[in-house]
């Protein structure tokens, strides 16, 4: 399945993308559920597909609603730094022991379709395209054996960073926690979408034109060891996301560095998942 979060006529609701509409699962489930984080939280994702063979009561065009950020509140956001060896190197750091962690808060983030915030107080508004793990089944040291029948979906994310204010000291919490920087959809794709282990490619476009490239299997710290590690020092939640890491080709790090301005467009593909597009726009 490929379940969304969205705002139509003035309310939220969540559905699913099928044959290019959008079905509305609120009504289609009678307002059993109030968004996608109650269904994951209620371990719903079976009776959301069993709803979806019936009838659709209420479809939309995709143009017609408002994206909202796939999981609009999660209990958590836990994002992983360098676990890519090819952004380990144009960092000029060697690969971390540990998987690095920091945390985004829920209210940063936005949907596709929907400007992210370049604030006045930045001139260097970095992308950072990354995979999404949304969790669908909670648990405290979670084994890598055990670790995918935790997911519930996966979904195209661009953990973009405020570099100025990332800068100020070694916490890189204050550069990324902006408004508005922190873009999740459009939809995510379900675990039964997404043969475990599959190898996701993942590709970052600015202006049309291909800045990040890598794969999940690149990955410095594969999807199993970072649930078994965030885990580890937390209980893993319904509806938490583990964003899992910008590849090499940030803007940062190119000669001469490049930032996002207003008036771009960026864009994060998970090929055969889902593409996340965004325009810049100055606060």
């Known amino acids: 399945m490929k379940l969304l979060s969205f705002r139509v006529n003035g309310h939220d609701s969540f559905g699913a993308i099928v044959n290019g509409k959008v079905i509305d ?3 289609q489930m ?3 559920y109030s968004d996608l984080l109650a269904v994951i939280q209620a371990g719903a994702l079976p009776e959301v597909e069993r709803a979806l063979s019936g009838k659709a009561k209420t479809t939309y065009a995709p143009d017609e609603i408002e994206y909202l950020p796939v999981i609009t509140k999660p209990p958590k956001i836990l994002c992983i730094g ?3 060896k090819t ?4 960092t000029g750091k060697n690969d971390p022991a540990h998987p690095f962690v920091f945390a985004r808060f829920a209210n940063t983030q936005i949907g596709h379709d929907v400007p992210m915030i370049l604030p006045p107080e930045s001139v260097r508004f970095d992308y950072e395209g990354e995979i999404a793990v949304i969790i669908g089944k909670g648990g405290r040291r979670i084994s890598k054996a055990d670790s995918w029948s935790h997911i519930a979906g996966y979904a195209p994310y661009n953990d973009s960073s405020i570099r100025d204010w990332q800068a100020h000291s070694t916490q890189w919490t204050a550069g990324k926690n902006f408004h508005a920087t922190g873009a999740f959809g459009p939809y995510m794709a379900t675990r039964g979408e997404i043969t475990d282990n599959q190898e996701l490619h993942l590709v970052t476009r600015l202006n049309g034109v291909e800045m990040q490239r890598a794969t999940s299997h690149q990955m410095i710290f594969p999807i199993p060891h970072l649930i078994e590690y965030c885990s580890t020092f937390t209980a893993l939640e ?3 996301v583990i964003v899992s890491g910008a590849p090499g080709g940030v803007g940062l790090k ?3 560095p490049v930032f996002m301005k207003d008036g771009d467009i960026v864009e994060v593909e998970i090929e055969g998942v889902a593409t996340l597009r965004n325009p810049i726009k100055a606060e």
């Open 30 to 32: 009678n307002g059993k």
């Open 25 to 27: 699962l609120k009504e």
């Open 238 to 240: 319904p509806g938490d």
């Open 82 to 84: 360098i676990n890519y």
């Open 254 to 256: 190119r000669t001469p």
């Open 87 to 90: 952004h380990a190197e144009e």
